[in-house]
């Protein structure tokens, strides 16, 4: 585990539409100051605590565990008690995805997910100090913690712009550059989300290195990355057969790169390991399964394997495997630091086993998920109805007194209704073992 003599930190992903609600609410009573005289002062207040809370709410990472600052982790703390604290060593699992891209730049949006000892932190790629943080922070953890896009992104991820010499290079100009070199510059661009460069250094890289397996691997990623977020690129479009439509061809190309790197890396089960993970992100369940498995006929200990096999189980309802394949990876620790994850898997095997072998146990999960998802319409409905009455109220204050009481009356029982379907759900989220 890596020291660090000074803190990075970050400011999470934060709930703007409670700042837009108190931001809409502080206008309203602004608009209509002579209906409710001083008590604007309290909307200010609320809405001013908000804006402070959000710019000063920061993760800190300082070598050996994650703090969360700022007057809204004090709230947390305070009324909820949850925990604002977590060691490296609790930390589950950290997994990032793609989001979407920016407008300006083109570059893609990432939100990186960290989870353990029952706190959920997310943060996004727009952030300024991003790389530094996930540089610092992923390679610190263990890699068995990190999916495969937090790799990519502890690996490849630049905090500048590629120079312009390297976006322009010909191929002509760049023949004396490693393909080490062109493969790492196409895996940052891929990250960029700058396909058509990516692909050429990939193929410059590709033409040196035939026999690349973790190149090859790359190369897939890349074409199911491409595949997910681009509808009709040009260069996969010149080269879409008859019949075929480009998100296909590009995914038939990512899955012959995930073929090729499997039967070249036939040996390595590290990388048969993360080949099972890509092919899982995709849905192709049949193709993870074999990889996970070939992985554990080499290396018994691998102890994402044995995950991935309990997720394909899990998505396939063979609920046994599930069970089993939690309890094998319980049992799987290659070092004390995946004492955490295997700690998951213990958890999630006694759930599962629990739900398997006692049925009112399973009823009353049933229920509760049952009872989450009307609470979750129930809230927006509220939010909706509270919306509406007190923008009614804002808009004919001056009409019959009759008409304000029950717009009134309206938008407060609607408050109640949704922070008492808030607080149920926070409770009712919690799965029981």
């Not at 809204?72 to 979407?100: M, P, W």
């Not at 083109?106 to 990186?112: A, S």
């Not at 290396?299 to 044995?306: P, T, V």
């Not at 995950?307 to 046994?320: D, H, P, Q, S, T």
């Amino acid at each position: 585990m890596n020291s660090f003599s000074t803190q990075v930190s970050i400011r999470p992903q934060q709930p703007w539409f409670w700042l837009v609600v108190a931001g809409l609410l502080l206008a309203g009573a602004l608009a209509a100051g002579n209906l409710y005289h001083r008590s604007v002062w309290l909307f200010a207040a609320v809405f001013a605590g908000l804006v402070i809370s959000f710019c000063r709410d920061a993760i800190v990472f300082d070598g050996r565990r994650l703090k969360r600052r700022g007057p809204g982790a004090q709230v947390s703390r305070l009324l909820l008690g949850q925990r604002q604290e977590i060691t490296l060593d609790e930390l589950e699992t950290i997994s990032s995805y793609v989001e979407q891209r920016e407008r300006r730049s083109g570059r893609l949006v990432y939100r990186t997910v960290i989870s353990g000892a029952g706190l959920r932190w997310e943060i996004r790629s727009h952030r300024a100090k991003y790389p530094t943080f996930i540089k610092s922070l992923f390679h610190a953890v263990s890699p068995n913690k990190l999916d495969p896009r937090s790799c990519h992104l502890r690996d490849y991820w630049r905090e500048g712009r590629l120079p312009q010499v390297m976006r322009a290079g010909s191929a002509g100009s760049l023949m004396n550059v490693p393909p080490a070199q062109w493969r790492r510059v196409a895996s940052e661009l891929a990250l960029d989300g700058e396909f058509e460069a990516a692909a050429r250094y990939f193929r410059l890289a590709y033409r040196r290195e035939r026999n690349n397996a973790e190149l090859l691997y790359e190369m897939g990623r890349f074409l199911q990355l491409r595949a997910m977020l681009e509808s009709r690129p040009a260069e996969i479009r010149r080269h879409t057969p008859r019949g075929l439509t480009p998100q296909a061809s590009c995914a038939r190309r990512a899955d012959a790169c995930l073929r090729l790197a499997a039967r070249l890396g036939h040996r390595d089960a590290a990388l048969l390991e993360r080949i099972g993970e890509s092919y899982f992100e995709v849905h192709e369940d049949a193709l993870a399964e074999r990889y996970f498995t070939h992985a554990l006929r080499l290396d018994n200990g691998r102890l994402r394997a044995r995950i991935g096999l309990a997720e394909v189980a899990f998505r396939r309802g063979r609920l046994a495997s599930v069970i089993h394949f939690y309890r094998s990876a319980a049992r799987a620790i290659e070092h004390e630091t995946d004492l955490s994850l295997t700690g998951l898997a213990e958890r999630r095997a006694d759930y599962y086993e629990r739900l398997q072998q006692d049925e009112r146990f399973l009823d009353a999960e049933m229920s509760r998920l049952t009872l989450l998802d009307h609470l979750k319409w129930a809230r927006r409905g509220a939010m909706l109805a509270f919306l509406i009455s007190w923008f009614f109220h804002l808009a004919f204050y001056q009409l019959a007194d009759s008409f304000q009481t029950l717009s009134r009356e309206i938008s407060a029982t609607a408050a109640v209704i949704w922070l008492s379907t808030l607080a149920a759900s926070y409770l009712f989220s919690q799965r029981r073992n």
